[in-house]
């Protein structure tokens, strides 16, 4: 027999991110385990399964193919998850894997190729990846370019940049973001980048 543990972190992703969303402290994460023997999949709603994550029992019992547990209080970290069938068909069998637990995330989307940008303004995007809430509503974004502070409480993600007619050609702008999950101490994730002003 062939056996295979899915598992999904309910940490927040933006909709439409393409990869894996990964659990960071303390986010709930949602195993099954899967079993196919000579092509088949195995019914497992008769089989003894047992759950172990870093080698504490979490769980288990007749039919019990899915669990739902918490990660670590710490980030960066690993969970090893383990089911175990004591007696299938004689046999004992068990299934290993290691989920990373990571720290919170954020992507700065600035698409100006070499940094440099023309016209009087640039409009720059944060994707926050990996907190442990359920919505982006939940997080709190604070933009700084060249010093000054900027919060958009209806647009919080995206930064327009608005240049004064004076700006020079050449002029630089540091622009750093950084979003917090205002609830949960630590989970925290910051950018930057430097763009430049050309005519």
Do not use: C
Request: charged content about 15%; hydrophobic content about 40%.
């Amino acid at each position: 027999p062939q056996m295979v543990i899915n598992w999904k972190a309910n940490s927040y992703v933006p909709s439409g991110f393409a990869g894996k969303a990964f659990p960071t402290a303390e986010s709930s994460v949602a195993a099954a385990l899967i079993m196919t023997e000579n092509g088949k999949l195995v019914n497992l709603a008769g089989q003894t399964i047992y759950w172990y994550v870093n080698e504490n029992f979490i769980g288990g019992g007749p039919g019990i193919s899915r669990i739902v547990f918490d990660a670590p209080i710490v980030a960066p970290n690993n969970i090893d998850l383990r089911a175990k069938l004591p007696d299938y068909k004689g046999s004992m069998l068990i299934e290993n894997i290691t989920i990373p637990v990571v720290n919170p995330e954020v992507a700065l989307q600035a698409p100006f190729p070499n940094g440099r940008f023309r016209g009087s303004s640039a409009r720059l995007t944060v994707l926050p990846l990996f907190f442990n809430v359920k919505s982006m509503e939940n997080l709190t974004f604070t933009w700084i370019a060249n010093g000054q502070s900027f919060s958009d409480t209806e647009d919080p993600d995206h930064l327009n940049l608005n240049l004064t007619s004076d700006t020079i050609p050449g002029s630089t702008i540091a622009i750093a973001i950084t979003v917090k999950n205002p609830i949960r101490y630590g989970d925290a994730a910051s950018a930057r980048t430097v763009l430049t002003f050309t005519e």
